[in-house]
């Protein structure tokens, strides 16, 4: 079965210093997203992207945090400068249609675990 | 089935019995709702959906009932199995966008 792949699989990181989150979706897939999961919390919503641009994006996807989709495969996820409150498993997710699609199906991969310290 | 904080409700069943797992949503306009597996280190697994169209669907082992007038979500699995045990989390979309809203989960523990 295809899935999403994610690099690394867990990154430590100085506060303050700069972290690139590397996500491979899948292939036939048009729809991109990250999410977040603060440990023992639930899953939170970042950003979607669509036809090279965000579509959607929530509160905490403020002006440190950008997405790119640098080629036809990777779709990456950038924190300017950490804080130790980014500390998160980091989730990858790519469908091939969006919400109102009937069927539509959101595929998430393994996660990158990133620890500021 | 909601949570607060680091606390998870845990449902406990014995292997081969039948797990009921339930979701409280909020936002009325919701369209659509997933249920997902999270297992310890991993990423959310794609269990089964439903849209608010419908009040129930069927897959392999697993059922989803919905029930739009007070705004609940159950997954059922059959015969519980001791692969079955993880967190499981409800979500709901609305057709208007693109992202899921998820809840706070239920740790599911299957006893062999």
Redo the contacts between chains.
């Keep these: 079965e295809p899935e999403v792949t994610q690099t690394p699989s867990h990154q430590v990181t100085q506060m303050g210093q700069e972290v690139i989150l590397r996500c491979v979706p899948i292939s036939n897939h048009l729809y991109f997203y990250w999410y977040r999961q603060i440990l023992g919390q639930k899953v939170e919503f970042l950003v979607s992207f669509y036809n090279n641009e965000i579509s959607e994006k929530s509160e905490i996807f403020d002006d440190q945090f950008s997405v790119e989709r640098p080629d036809g495969s990777n779709f990456t996820l950038k924190i300017r400068s950490t804080k130790l409150e980014d500390s998160a498993m980091y989730f990858c997710a790519s469908s091939e249609l969006g919400n109102s699609n009937s069927g539509n199906t959101i595929y998430f991969g393994e996660g990158s675990w990133l620890t500021v310290v | 089935g909601e949570s607060v904080?680091?606390h998870?409700p845990t449902l406990s069943v014995q292997e081969g019995d039948n797990s009921i797992i339930n979701c409280a949503y909020s936002n009325s306009a919701s369209?659509?709702f997933?249920w997902?597996k999270q297992e310890s280190?991993?990423?959310?697994?794609?269990i089964i959906?439903i849209?608010s169209n419908m009040d129930k669907r069927q897959g392999q082992r697993v059922t989803v009932l919905l029930n739009k007038t007070v705004k609940h979500l159950s997954l059922q699995i059959a015969a519980t199995q001791p692969g079955d045990s993880a967190v499981y989390?409800c979500?709901e979309?609305?057709?208007?966008?693109?992202?899921?809203?998820?809840?706070?989960?239920t740790r599911l523990m299957v006893k062999p």
């Design positions: 904080g680091l998870l369209d659509y997933i997902y280190g991993k990423g959310p697994q794609f959906d849209r989390f979500a979309g609305e057709d208007a966008g693109n992202m899921l809203t998820f809840g706070g989960g």
